[in-house]
């Protein structure tokens, strides 16, 4: 069941809600917690019942391995556990790339019946490790098997995350004051509704400008500079508000039930540099992969060579884990690669003559500023560039994208353009109808409106916190609300042709 489907708006959310909201008057905390467990398991079977097996088991199994875990602190059970873990997700996520893989590089055709990726094992089961690692190191009380339950299928966040810790959620659902309040309400909806319009309004609306250019490319379409930029841009931008919705859905969502799940998007396109990215995008896989991965394997404990290393395979696996193909793994490898790159312009900063440079920049506003500004449009270019491997179905479609960002294929724009931008220069083509945003004025609108969004507009965090705070707090709220009704209206009109989430597919 999607989020932005009407079955869950006008069906599933209400009676879960309704009944959540009666139980908390008249019932105790167990029968809530078992009321919402048993909602989320209806809301995980609805795309595929046979699932639900899967999914109990693999609670079931981790609960009992915890336990065990508990009473013997061996370091053998902790292993096994997490091998059963990641033995179960190996199977249904990277079975088929592991025999394509093979049969690629000695060039066998051995056959592996296509295995249907199961909806959320990737978070589900590195949640599920993150816990049994946490039991061996004693930082885990123990809980019975309803609270466990719960951590593992709370619905807002069981499809794509936030990837969440037994810390922040077995204790809120302990709790016996932070469920139904007419303010986790309205803030609840308020978020959910901004999550919605992201999702089927803006992120659905630029896929059209998207998908046609890696299409294209995945079939061997030699592309333009303007096509290939605009397709890339367009998916840039398309990722950014499917992801950044669904986790304001997801918060909002778990804030209707009084419970609060933590930021996992914070603006990452303003970053200035690439470690500033990755604190901001997906931020609880991004400390999953360190707490769990890169401190593991020795972080920047044992000197710099190490740790480019760590940060390299961290990457690596993190590409892997999105998804079963090359171009994730290189997507992965890019991103290591930009971190330790990073990683080495702060080391020559602070110990070799850069650092006088940077004492200059710091005393004069204009410089800082200027420097502030190329800082981030690199970081920016630099994550575009990644973003075409994370997108391509193929390594080929992703090099012919690349090859055309890079003006070698010619700079052509459509002949219905060619009025609208003068060509100073003469290196400007116009002929024909071209693919993508850059062939349309709508799309190519579309694409600097939505720069300008993510750039300077404030986050949704931003704008809840600027209601709480404005000293005009009447006005506000009434404009607020006002906003958010025709958000919400819109929204709902859009919702006719009903997509999946991005992150769905990971």
């Known amino acids: 069941m999607l989020f932005n489907s009407y079955s869950f708006i006008f069906f599933f959310l209400p009676i879960t809600y309704l009944l959540y ?20 398991l209806f809301f995980y079977g609805w795309w595929n019942p046979v699932y639900v097996i899967l999914i109990v088991s693999s609670i079931l199994f981790n609960y009992f391995w915890g336990n065990l875990l508990h009473q013997y602190s061996s370091r053998i ?58 039991v061996y190191r004693k930082e885990v009380d123990e809980h019975d098997f309803l609270q466990y339950s719960l951590f593992v299928l709370f619905f807002p966040q069981l499809i794509a995350g936030p990837i969440v810790h037994h810390r922040e959620m077995l204790p809120q659902f302990l709790k016996k004051d932070n469920s139904v309040k007419s303010e986790n309400l309205g803030i609840g ?18 896929a059209i ?17 303007f096509e290939a930029w605009g397709g890339a841009l ?23 039930f009084g419970i609060k799940l933590p930021e996992n998007f914070n603006s990452p396109y303003k970053a200035n540099n690439i470690i500033d990215f990755w604190r901001c995008w997906h931020m609880t896989l991004s400390r999953f992969l360190r707490d769990y991965l890169y401190f593991p394997l020795g972080g920047n404990r044992k000197g710099r060579t190490r740790r480019y290393v760590n940060l390299m395979l961290t990457m690596l696996l993190g590409g892997l ?84 960002m890079s003006g070698s294929n010619g700079l052509v724009l459509p002949e219905k353009l060619s009025s609208k931008i003068p060509d100073l220069f003469g290196i400007i083509q116009f002929s024909g109808e ?39 707090i009447q006005l506000f ?23 999946e989430f991005l992150y769905f597919n990971f």
Not at 22 to 37: P, Y
Not at 194 to 204: N, T
Not at 365 to 371: A, E, K, M, R, T
């Open 321 to 404: 884990w999105h998804g079963a193909g090359w171009t994730f793994i290189i997507w992965g490898g890019l991103h290591g690669f930009y971190l330790i790159t990073n990683h080495v312009w702060h080391y020559l900063k602070r110990n070799t003559i850069l650092s006088h440079l940077t004492l200059i920049k710091a005393d004069n506003y204009i410089i800082s500023l200027f420097s502030k500004v190329i800082s981030r449009l690199l970081t920016f270019l630099a994550i575009v560039i990644a973003w075409v491997f994370f997108r391509a179905e193929t390594f080929d479609g992703a090099l012919k994208i690349l090859y055309g």
């Open 477 to 499: 709220a009434h404009v607020y609300a006002i906003i958010i009704g025709i958000m919400g209206a819109v929204a709902v009109t859009y919702m006719n042709d009903v997509s």
């Open 209 to 225: 400008y998207a998908t046609p250019v890696f299409t294209a490319a995945d079939g061997g379409v030699s592309l333009t500079f």
């Open 21 to 40: 909201s009666w139980l908390e008057k008249f019932s105790n905390q167990r029968v809530k917690l078992i009321w919402l467990v048993l909602a989320s």
């Open 77 to 134: 059970l902790l292993i096994f556990g997490i091998s059963v873990n990641l033995g179960l997700l190996g199977y249904f996520k990277y079975a088929n790339f592991f025999v394509d893989t093979v049969n690629l590089i000695s060039g066998t055709y051995y056959y592996f019946e296509q295995i249907l990726l199961p909806l959320a094992i990737s978070f589900f089961t590195f949640q599920q490790i993150a816990y049994l690692v946490d």
């Open 434 to 472: 071209k693919i993508g945003s850059f062939g349309h004025h709508k799309g190519l609108t579309l694409i600097i409106v939505l720069l300008i969004i993510v750039w300077y507009i404030p986050n949704t965090k931003s704008w809840v916190n600027m209601g709480k705070t404005s000293p005009l």
């Open 189 to 206: 909806i308020s978020v959910f509704i901004i999550g919605l319009f992201k999702k089927v309004v803006i992120a659905d609306g630029i």
């Open 234 to 256: 367009a998916y840039t931008l398309q990722l950014y508000f499917d992801f950044s919705g669904y986790s304001d859905m997801a918060i909002g969502l778990a804030r209707m």
